[in-house]
């Protein structure tokens, strides 16, 4: 009976230390959190920050929230923590506390201390005694205790109704908990009982006995859409401590390849929306005792999961690990580049792709393809969309697919960005540090800003670089200079993919690179940047597959140092994809160096003359980044760097504020270099 009901003891999580201090982590960094249920997986997928594939994986499930808007918005800490309210004292000098509420605690005075998650069980103190009379007998999901609580901070949550209400208005979320009221409303309980036909279509729980199992709690999420409402049933996953809760998802670069070739072999380009995927997975691996929410309860009864509910840490790696498992089983190959990209290869040719974004997928492929993987996907799982016209949207990016080019641009999402707005007087006081308020609004612009220029706006990316580099501590004068660059999202620009003539012509990466020596930090560090282009033999036309801009790792002493840093870096990244490249088009055994050479720029010729020359630099450090890139000459591993003037240098504007950003943008409107390579 333990064995089949979960009887194990799972450790608690430290809900403190992982909910909230990585909760405040997420706010500062503008980094989005995994969100909650099927909402936050969407959130993973839409983040219009700067997000890194990684960084979504770290953080609590309740902290963000889909608002189900065009672009999407973030459920700050500030928000999160206006769920709870401070827990008063009683006329009789006992906090006020009843049992099954739901507190969290940390030391008076303890700003630095994370919060502490408990239910209330009883109280375990006498009112007449002064001294125990606020002992409180609680339980966290590992086992009960108890703790004298007068002598912390605590609050509780502000309803005890189980419903988490989100109402979208104008791209803003706001999240209260549903009153009484709003709970009985019939639409409402029309939307729940819609999630629970779904958990019993899917056979996602079944019912065992209460034999006073280790059980997680579980929360309603209701999402308002138009006149209508979506509910959600989210597990409380942060009250079990798991040690593998990341999930892949194609890079951002990966993307921009698979449109490059989809484009190059004359394939339409598909976008398919898993209906609640995560309930479509396989079956889990491991037992997890939950209890129902209580318009579900049944006496002497808890839910023994079997599929990876929303909620649950590892959820998006369950249903990441069953999705791959299916296309391997139809006879597609993991990218050993990246593996949120798959592909199938037939009669020693690419037949077709398909990129995953938790539940949205990216599909192209020949007619052999479309038959057997995108039609047995199709039959295997419930989908809610399956997009295949001329313009549609994906993760928030409208893709265009015209004659001669595949576009993207973020009109919708730039249009509805908006300055943040100060109070009468503020702008007077330029070096005041921000308030809580105004930093939020600061954060969140730059998000925004953050997720244009990694996807379609590099002339945003500096900006966006420095002001980043701000946001620890920022003035009001970095907020008015933040709002200054609202300005530029009035013109509305697009990356274009041109058709590529693959058939016999060479495949080539072109990697421009270019660094600014001292020019940020007080002139201590120091930018560098690089463009990096998929081309062929055949004609001038490119696809741009990635730009960056960062600061240099170190701290350098020269501008030849600070080419040298860039280029290598670029290097680094030219050489990720194109084992990517080389793998869709040749093979996944094939000698990318062999089929791909890298073409690279730099406008330093000292740097040009250093990896040419068989003088040594007398900086020793300098000396081995230098022979680290000769020998990429000597084996092959790059074909060539070569020397071209600043006014050709396609970089340039990713290093230095002010500089001519033209260029770069006639080559990704145009699909078409400026210049012969």
Not at 100 to 124: C, F, H, L, P, Q
Not at 183 to 192: G, I
Not at 207 to 219: F, H, K, M
Request: with cysteine.
């Amino acid at each position: 009976i333990n064995a089949e009901y979960g009887e194990e003891k799972r450790p608690t999580s430290g809900v403190g230390e992982d909910r909230q201090s990585l909760a405040r982590k997420a706010s500062e960094e503008k980094r989005p959190a995994r969100g909650v249920g099927e909402e936050g997986q969407r959130l993973a997928r839409n983040a219009g920050k700067e997000i890194s594939d990684r960084g979504a994986d770290e953080v609590d499930k309740d902290v963000q929230v889909d608002s189900e808007s065009d672009g999407w918005s973030t459920c700050t800490e500030t928000t999160f923590t206006e769920l709870w309210e401070t827990v008063t004292l009683k006329k009789n000098g006992v906090l006020d506390l009843n049992p099954n509420d739901e507190i969290r605690y940390r030391m008076r005075d303890g700003e630095g201390d994370d919060w502490k998650m408990a239910t209330v069980v009883s109280s375990g103190g006498r009112v007449k005694s002064e001294k125990n009379r606020n002992v409180f007998n609680l339980k966290t999901a590992d086992l009960p205790y108890h703790l004298h609580l007068e002598k912390y901070e605590v609050e509780k949550l502000s309803t005890p109704g189980e419903v988490l209400y989100i109402e979208d208005e104008n791209q803003h979320v706001f999240a209260v908990m549903v009153s009484k009221e709003r709970y009985e409303d019939p639409k409402v309980k029309e939307a729940m009982e819609k999630e629970m036909d779904a958990w019993r279509k899917y056979n996602v729980f079944r019912e065992i006995p209460d034999l006073g199992q280790n059980a997680l709690s579980t929360r309603w999420v209701v999402t308002k859409k138009g006149t209508g409402y979506k509910a959600r049933l989210v597990i409380r996953g942060f009250e079990e401590c798991l040690s593998h809760v990341d999930s892949p998802t194609a890079d951002k670069c990966t993307t921009k390849i698979l449109l490059a070739l989809a484009k190059a072999f004359n394939w339409r380009i598909a976008s398919i929306d898993i209906k609640a995927a995560f309930l479509q997975a396989e079956n889990l691996d491991r037992n997890v005792i939950v209890r129902p929410p209580r318009d579900q309860k049944k006496a002497g009864l808890l839910w023994k999961l079997e599929k990876p509910a929303y909620g649950l840490g590892d959820s998006p790696r369950q249903w990441y690990n069953s999705l791959s498992h299916f296309l391997i089983s139809v006879g597609c190959t993991r990218c050993k580049y990246d593996p949120g990209l798959f592909y199938r290869w037939k009669n020693g040719k690419l037949t077709g792709m398909i990129l995953l974004h938790v539940d949205d997928l990216l599909v192209c492929g020949n007619h052999e393809f479309k038959e057997n993987v995108l039609k047995k996907l199709l039959e295997k799982y419930e989908v809610s969309k399956h997009t295949t016209g001329s313009t549609f949207r994906y993760i928030g990016i409208n893709i265009t697919q015209e004659e001669e080019f595949i576009s993207l641009d973020q009109e919708e999402y730039a249009g509805n960005v908006r300055v943040v707005e100060l109070e009468k007087g503020r702008k007077l006081q330029r070096q005041s540090e921000l308030t809580k308020e105004e930093k939020t609004g600061y954060l969140s612009l730059l998000g925004k800003l953050s997720w244009l220029s990694y996807i379609t706006r590099p002339d945003l990316k500096f900006d966006v670089y420095i002001f980043s580099r701000k946001n620890r501590t920022p003035t009001i004068q970095d907020l008015i200079d933040l709002n200054g660059v609202v300005s530029k999202l009035k013109e509305v620009k697009k990356v274009r993919f041109p058709r590529l003539q693959l058939k016999g012509a060479g495949v080539k990466l072109l990697v421009f690179a270019d660094a600014s020596f001292g020019n940020i930090d007080d002139k201590v560090n120091s930018t560098r940047g690089y463009v990096i282009f998929l081309s062929t033999d055949a004609d001038d036309r490119v696809c741009c597959l990635t730009w960056a801009a960062n600061k240099i790792d170190r701290v350098v002493n020269s501008t030849l140092e600070a080419e040298t840093l860039a280029l290598k870096d670029a290097l680094d990244h030219g050489e990720w994809l194109r084992g990517i490249v080389a793998e869709m088009l040749y093979g996944r055994d094939s000698k990318s160096e062999d089929l791909i050479p890298i073409i690279s720029f730099t406008d330093s010729s000292q740097l040009s003359q250093a990896l040419y020359s068989t003088h040594h630099v007398k900086n020793y450090k300098l000396r081995r980044d230098i022979e680290n890139i000769k020998e990429r000459l000597f084996n092959g591993t790059i074909a060539e760097v070569r020397w071209i003037g600043t006014d050709r240098m396609l970089a340039d504007p990713l290093t230095k504020k002010g500089a001519d950003c033209n260029k770069l943008d006639y080559v990704l409107d145009t699909g078409k270099m400026f210049y012969s390579v």
